[in-house]
């Protein structure tokens, strides 16, 4: 006989399709503990120096992802040729494409 607390230590993906269905939402957002997380969309990047807007860009990203949303912001300032001490001169307005709504605003120090 097979020992419960063994079988579902060792059940792989495809095991049980009831539990792989409930763990993916629509669209490929992943839910965990009944949240759902969004999966990658459109938003547009405004990078501003000391207040003024200097470049916009439209990736699509997970809007939640702070880590990638502050690599985002580092590459573009890089890209226009400042140097990675100036980052503290520039923040980052993120919004979405589809209403423009403001999701938020990164400023790195």
Do not use: C, W
Not at 7 to 17: H, K, L, M, R, V
Not at 42 to 55: C, F, K, Q, S
């Amino acid at each position: 006989m097979i020992d419960p607390a063994h079988a579902a230590a060792t059940e792989q993906p495809g095991d049980n399709p009831a539990r792989d269905a409930a763990s993916h939402g629509t669209n490929g957002s992943i839910v965990r503990n009944a949240v759902v997380l969004p999966a990658a969309v459109g938003l547009n990047l405004e990078i501003l120096h000391l207040g003024h807007t200097v470049r916009t860009l439209r990736v699509e990203a997970d809007p939640g992802d702070f880590a990638m949303l502050q690599k985002l912001m580092r590459d573009a300032i890089r890209r226009m040729g400042t140097s990675a001490g100036a980052v503290d001169d520039y923040e980052m307005n993120v919004s979405t494409v589809v209403d423009g709504e403001l999701v938020t605003t990164v400023v790195m120090a």
